[in-house]
């Protein structure tokens, strides 16, 4: 009798029981039944071994497989994922490949397989843009501390309803962020604080990228110079500003931003203190574990060395070329030339500015590497430079 797969559970039963009865010779009996000798004998053992449960369907699959990943492996996957829910499977197969040297490493596509299954792989759809391009003429980092990059990340609050806004600055060419520490407030004495702090550190950058915002430019000030963008021209730093309203020219600082939302903000910490904390580890996790495409799944700290241009607070002085007048310019914003009294900036109060005569009682007038404009002695006025936000152009003072 063929077995109907509607009742096989009661066939496969009766057939065994009556194995046992011993009335009926065991070739019989599976003839009866339609089934093989050897289908017979395996349904005879598995009911001595396991009883009625051995009678169940058992899965086909083998016990082992080249290609299957062990349980602990999967667990160690999904371990790493949820410790990192933003990064996707080749950065978590980068950390496995780190974190566990002696586990076989499996392909990209084991590991989206695997987060996949556990529900872990987050689907994005993309939006049309109607963008055509983008501005290209900003300054690419060619080694570490050619370009840093700075920015406020913007401000949430801890359980105890304390205001967090981070300072972010990070080293354009490595990836490697240089500071993510929340500031008193967003003036200019603060985050010059934070700056001396980073520069102590880490040493000088070559430039630094900021965008049009206060503390780092200044709207009514020649050039758009602020007290803390002078500041970093006075230590041989030059500018580049982003366009207004373009944060996407600081795309990769922007990046940078979201990641600290969804893995810190996120989970707002209880008090400031202990979100701070929060914020270290996860810098020395950005900086030390995370792989970035960008530098070829590298971390950034494989990438970036401290440079060797020293900050030292104590000598920062303006030198400027022998035919030029040197003035101080005061707490006002003014300097005197020929007893005149002219309106500068006060972003440049307490330091020395440069004045190169070109033709009758009008003089160039220069900070550091920056022509600001001109003087007029006539008119008594000082004439700014058409803004024209700075793309690391400075022109040295001749």
């Known amino acids: 009798m063929p077995w109907k797969e509607t009742s096989v559970m009661n066939v496969r039963t009766e057939f065994v ?5 011993a009335k009926v010779a065991f070739n019989e009996l599976c003839k009866e039944f339609g089934i093989s000798r050897k289908t017979g004998y395996k349904w005879k053992e598995r009911f001595l071994e396991q009883g009625l449960t051995g009678l169940n369907d ?28 933003s990064w996707g499977p080749r950065k978590i197969r980068m950390v496995f490949a780190r ?14 397989r695997v987060l996949d299954n556990a529900g872990l792989v987050e689907r994005k759809t993309r939006k049309p843009s109607n963008e ?3 501005i290209t003429n900003r300054i690419e980092a060619k080694r570490p501390n050619h370009v840093w990059t700075v920015d ?14 981070p300072l972010t600055i990070r080293d354009l060419y490595s990836r490697f962020v240089l500071c993510t520490q929340s500031l008193p407030d967003s003036k200019s004495d603060s985050v010059k604080s934070a700056f001396e702090n980073v520069f102590s550190k880490f040493g000088l950058p070559e430039v630094i990228r900021s965008d049009n915002g206060s503390p780092f430019a200044a709207s009514n000030s020649p050039m758009g110079l602020s007290r803390l963008s002078a500041w970093w021209l006075a230590l041989g730093i030059d500018l580049d500003r982003i366009p207004p309203a373009r944060p996407d020219q600081n795309g990769s600082h922007e990046r940078m931003h979201r990641d600290i939302a969804l893995e810190v903000e996120k989970r707002s910490a209880s008090d400031f203190t202990t979100q701070q904390s929060a914020l270290d580890v996860w810098r ?31 000598q920062i002085e303006l030198d400027y070329p022998i035919d030029y007048l040197k003035r101080m310019v005061t707490t006002g914003g003014s300097i ?14 307490g330091w020395h500015v440069g004045l190169k005569l070109e ?25 700014a430079t058409v803004r024209d936000d700075i793309k690391g152009k400075s022109t040295a003072a001749q």
């Open 17 to 21: 029981l009556r194995v046992f009865e």
């Open 58 to 85: 058992q899965s086909r699959r083998p016990d082992a497989s080249p290609q299957q990943l062990s349980e602990n492996s999967v667990c160690k996957i999904v371990k790493l994922k949820l410790a990192h829910p």
């Open 99 to 112: 974190s566990y040297p002696d586990c076989e490493l499996p392909s990209d596509s084991t590991f989206k």
């Open 132 to 134: 055509s391009g983008r």
């Open 152 to 165: 406020f990340k913007g401000w949430w609050r801890t359980r105890d309803n304390n205001r967090f806004e």
């Open 284 to 314: 020395n996790t950005y900086n030390h574990e995370r792989p970035h495409e960008a530098i070829a799944m590298q971390v950034p700290a494989d990438l970036y060395t401290q440079s060797t241009r020293r900050f030292d607070a104590t």
């Open 336 to 349: 005197r030339i020929e007893n005149v009294r002219v309106n500068v900036s006060v972003a440049l109060k």
């Open 359 to 383: 033709s009758n009682d009008r003089y160039g007038l220069w900070f550091s590497r920056l022509r600001l404009g001109e003087v007029d002695l006539k008119t008594e006025k000082f004439q």
